[in-house]
């Protein structure tokens, strides 16, 4: 069996790490006293793992919980191996804000659905780590999870070019364009067709920077839950049904 190196990573066909950097994306239990672990890890992607023995008052990990960095170590045989050892990643972060979990489990449910088991993303990692800091900064809570989907999208080869057209002509600032997923960018018939995006918004996300406006928020919004939907083949996130029925509380309230 290979021995991993000195930042978590091992060699090809091993089922033993090592202090890899990582994060829970999500638990659920299993039998009396383990937790069946979906981990997102830097150096191997992501990946589900047992921790036996830790639903108790004694349980040496503690500290499993989304959104920590952490130091995780396993080891066994098959794709699913069994969680040795883990540790914070540094200092403890701040607790993510109360208003802002439900959005914490909504970049944790992209990767989940997105990302590819076993493979190495440490681009996305570091995305992602940068963007739970925002999250706990307090920035624009659009701004952030549009910067995080687009890049997303970018990251894992869904991304479309948004300052050409399907023609290959430039986007223009005041023009309005129909996004199609897999097909690129149409110009608009006219400025209220339903569905339009205009071009300042389409170059603002091109250059990672969403817009903070109300309508340009929305059309945003718009364009990449299309992407993205597109990307899921039509299976809903949980996290949006649960928004959904926040939201109906709120108003029932």
């Not at 439900?102 to 570091?126: C, K, M, W």
Request: hydrophobic share 40%.
């Amino acid at each position: 069996m290979a021995a991993p190196d000195g930042d978590g990573r091992v060699n090809a066909g091993s089922t033993r790490a090592r202090l890899a950097c990582g994060y829970v994306l999500h638990q659920r239990p299993y039998r009396d006293t383990s937790l069946i672990l979906e981990l997102f890890v830097r150096d191997h992607g992501r990946l589900t793992a047992f921790a036996r023995g830790v639903r108790g008052p004694r349980s040496r990990f503690a500290g499993l919980q989304p959104f920590r960095p952490l130091l995780l170590s396993w080891s066994g045989r098959g794709e699913s191996p069994t969680l040795s050892g883990a540790e914070e990643d540094g200092p403890p972060p701040a607790p993510l804000p109360a208003e802002r979990i439900l959005s914490g489990f909504y970049l944790n449910e992209l990767l989940l659905r997105l990302t590819v088991p076993h493979d190495p993303q440490p681009e996305i990692y570091a995305h992602y780590a940068a963007t739970l800091a925002r999250l706990r900064a307090g920035d624009p809570l659009e701004v952030v999870l549009r910067r995080f989907e687009k890049r997303l999208l970018d990251l894992l080869g869904y991304g479309n070019d948004l300052r050409c057209d399907a023609g290959g002509r430039a986007v223009e600032a005041g023009g309005y364009y129909h996004f199609r997923p897999g097909a690129g960018l149409w110009p608009a018939a006219a400025p209220d067709a339903e569905g339009a995006v205009q071009g300042r918004v389409l170059l603002a996300l091109a250059a990672d920077a969403p817009p903070d406006d109300a309508d340009g928020q929305r059309q945003a919004r718009q364009l990449l839950r299309a992407a993205l939907d597109h990307c899921l083949d039509g299976r809903e996130l949980r996290v949006r049904a649960v928004a959904r029925a926040v939201a109906r509380m709120e108003r029932s309230c």
